[in-house]
């Protein structure tokens, strides 16, 4: 049978508009797909405007079908990323989840562009998909020295003939060898175990999803967040995957990445599991007293309400100086300033150090 390839791109106003015109793109695609022959093989790839886990991360301001989408509920992709003779796969999941992006906007990394498969091309008959094949293209050359995607550059409407798309290119290899998935070569699929924060700082990275319970968020900045599960027990920074979190709200969560910068523990991918009661989150912030307790003074960690002086960048209090940083740095006090800390994180760039994200997190009592 010939290999079908359906180029397509569900037009920008789907992804500017609410979930039900995704809806409406994928449904005209699913009755393309019903028309053909049964036996036929056919890739589908292109612009979806939709990401790969839209099932899960559906923002409540376009979400206008309750929670369906395109992709999962009409298209029928697979939420664990394999493809059987009924639904289909999209190779996001055959990349680490650091790697599942291909767009960023304002920081927020995106998967709008899917390869996705039928079980066909997984069946070890005809042509099929060659495993951990699947890439984004990411030479030099379409990122700035920034780091920014390198995109198209316009003056007054008109191309200047510099840059690329600001959609990195996916890529995938198919070969007519049969294609072997873990449960062939004997592989078990993982079972997710509970653990406690505490075992995120015995590993580099995670082989295996982990789910903690019980976790409140202490802090919250943005997209950022610090969670711990009790008092006595360590905290962890989530990085750029806090959004949807409250303050002071405890959380079942399945953390599915970490990894460590310049010494500090992060969280960088996460699915929340279930939306628990609010907790009164003083009780799990450091005081000024506990400064000397060496149990206590260790990175992602809350200080509140203390006083001290700011000078040559550390913060001194009774005999006591740690290094401080100034997130915005046009906030940075004076030298010999007395600062009154409302709120600080102790956070971890080589060492230990003092971290105020935000001028509202302190006051300027005197020079």
Same mark, same amino acid.
């Given at each position: 049978s010939p290999l079908w390839v359906f180029v397509n791109h569900w037009k920008s106003r789907a992804y500017r508009g609410y979930e039900s015109k995704r809806m409406k793109y994928a449904k005209v695609l699913k009755k393309r797909l019903e028309q053909m022959p049964k036996e036929n093989p056919y890739i589908l790839l292109g612009d979806f405007n939709t990401d790969y886990d839209a099932h899960f991360s559906l923002e409540k301001k376009i979400d206008d079908t309750q929670g369906k989408t395109g992709l999962h509920d009409v298209l029928g992709i697979s939420k664990d990323g394999m493809a059987d003779k009924s639904s289909h796969s999209t190779l996001w999941h055959d990349l680490a989840f650091d790697a599942r992006w291909n767009t960023k906007f304002?920081? !927020?990394?995106?998967?709008?562009?899917?390869? &996705? #498969?039928?079980?066909? #091309?997984?069946?070890?008959?005809?042509?099929?998909?060659?495993?951990?094949?699947?890439?984004?293209?990411?030479?030099?050359? %379409?990122?700035?020295? !920034?780091?920014?995607?390198?995109?198209?550059?316009?003056?007054?409407? *008109?191309?200047?003939?510099?840059?690329?798309?600001?959609? %990195?290119? &996916?890529?995938?290899?198919?070969?007519?060898?049969?294609?072997?998935?873990?449960?062939?070569?004997?592989?078990? *699929?993982?079972?997710?175990?509970? !653990?406690?924060?505490?075992?995120?700082?015995?590993?580099?990275? %995670?082989?295996?999803?982990?789910? %903690?319970?019980?976790? #409140?968020? &202490?802090?919250?900045?943005?997209?950022?967040?610090?969670?711990?599960?009790?008092?006595?027990?360590?905290?962890?920074?989530?990085?750029?995957?806090?959004?949807?979190?409250? #303050?002071?709200?405890?959380?079942?969560?399945?953390v599915q990445a970490i990894k460590t910068y310049k010494g500090l523990k992060e969280i960088t991918h996460l699915r929340v599991l279930e939306k628990k009661d609010k907790v009164a989150i003083a009780p799990y912030l450091l005081e000024e007293s506990d400064l000397r307790n060496k149990d206590l003074l260790r990175q992602n960690e809350v200080l509140k309400e203390s006083i001290g002086i700011y000078k040559n960048g550390y913060y001194s209090i009774q005999g006591l100086k740690i290094p401080i940083y100034f997130k915005k740095k046009k906030s940075k006090p004076k030298n010999g300033s007395k600062l009154k800390i409302h709120k600080a994180l102790l956070g971890y760039y080589k060492q230990l150090q003092l971290v105020l994200y935000s001028p509202n997190n302190f006051t300027v009592l005197e020079n």
């Open positions: 304002y920081g !927020k990394k995106g998967t709008p562009d899917h390869i &996705i #498969l039928p079980g066909a #091309l997984f069946d070890k008959k005809g042509i099929n998909y060659v495993k951990h094949s699947f890439k984004v293209f990411r030479k030099p050359y %379409l990122f700035t020295k !920034k780091g920014y995607i390198n995109r198209w550059q316009y003056k007054k409407g *008109k191309h200047r003939g510099k840059g690329y798309s600001d959609h %990195l290119p &996916i890529m995938a290899n198919f070969d007519f060898k049969p294609y072997v998935s873990d449960a062939n070569t004997g592989a078990k *699929k993982p079972k997710v175990q509970a !653990k406690n924060i505490a075992y995120l700082y015995t590993q580099e990275s %995670l082989e295996n999803e982990v789910i %903690l319970k019980d976790v #409140l968020v &202490i802090w919250k900045e943005k997209r950022h967040a610090i969670i711990k599960q009790t008092k006595e027990g360590r905290g962890v920074f989530l990085f750029s995957c806090a959004k949807d979190l409250e #303050l002071g709200r405890r959380y079942d969560m399945r």
